[in-house]
């Protein structure tokens, strides 16, 4: 089974719906992520939790909320979603190391169409 | 801010070709550098890092070198081959003392394709 886990893999939805993606972890990190990625434009963060008491927002947070259930689950939603939201969507986690060295481990990636 | 600028793909090679892949960045502080791998389909994976000036990264035949004065981590492989097709990103970290400790700023990626 995958270190990092997202459900769902692929979901088509219509402007308007109420979307939630979800991450599951077993790697026993604090840190979880979630980046979006867009062709020619790269990955951008869009929210990050350190550990479950503390969440931030990334570069590009309007429009998502998530929440931090255990420390091992970090999920993202689209309370509205609409077209521009259409974009793969990546959850990572990362170990504390106490500098600014440590590697993220990535889920699969959830593909999100709005219609 | 800081930034993360890579050369635009795609990039297509014949097997056994010679990879560049530029990276420049700029930031404050002492970033550490990264480059990596999204295999198609895939989730993004950790190529090699390099965490302070002169520091040579080096993985499954790739290598960057983290070169301050010119502010860069070229990604480079001397025989390129069909499984190395895919995207690689050049990423650096977050300033230390901004409190985006463990984020990274990601480059908008370099498609490869390797041709038999």
């Known amino acids: 089974d995958a270190d990092v886990t997202q459900t769902p893999r692929n979901r088509i939805t219509k402007t308007g719906k109420r979307i939630m993606l979800e991450c599951s972890q077993t790697k026993g990190h604090d840190r979880m992520y979630w980046y979006r990625q867009d062709p020619g434009l790269g990955l951008r963060l869009i929210y990050y939790s350190f550990d479950v008491k503390d969440i931030n927002k990334g570069e590009i947070s309007d429009g998502y909320s998530v929440s931090r259930q255990a420390q091992a689950k970090f999920s993202l939603s689209l309370e509205s979603a609409i077209p521009n939201q259409t974009a793969l969507y990546f959850c990572?986690?990362?170990?504390?190391?106490?500098?600014?060295?440590?590697?993220?481990?990535f889920g699969e990636g959830s593909r999100l169409t709005v219609l | 801010g800081d930034s993360v600028t890579q050369m635009e793909g795609p990039v297509t090679l014949s097997e056994e070709a010679f990879l560049t892949i530029n990276c420049t960045y700029t930031?404050?502080?002492?970033?550490?550098l990264f480059w990596y791998v999204q295999y198609p389909g895939e989730g993004l994976q950790l190529l090699l890092k390099a965490t302070k000036a002169d520091d040579k990264g080096s993985n499954k035949g790739f290598e960057a070198t983290y070169r301050k004065e010119t502010t860069s981590f070229h990604l480079e492989k001397g025989s390129v081959q069909v499984s190395d097709s895919a995207v690689y990103f050049c990423a650096l970290s977050g300033a230390w003392y901004g409190g985006s400790q463990g984020n990274l700023i990601f480059g908008k990626g370099t498609k490869l394709s390797v041709k038999p």
């Open positions: 930031a404050t502080g002492y970033p550490s």
């Open positions: 990572a986690t990362s170990a504390h190391t106490g500098d600014n060295t440590g590697e993220l481990f």
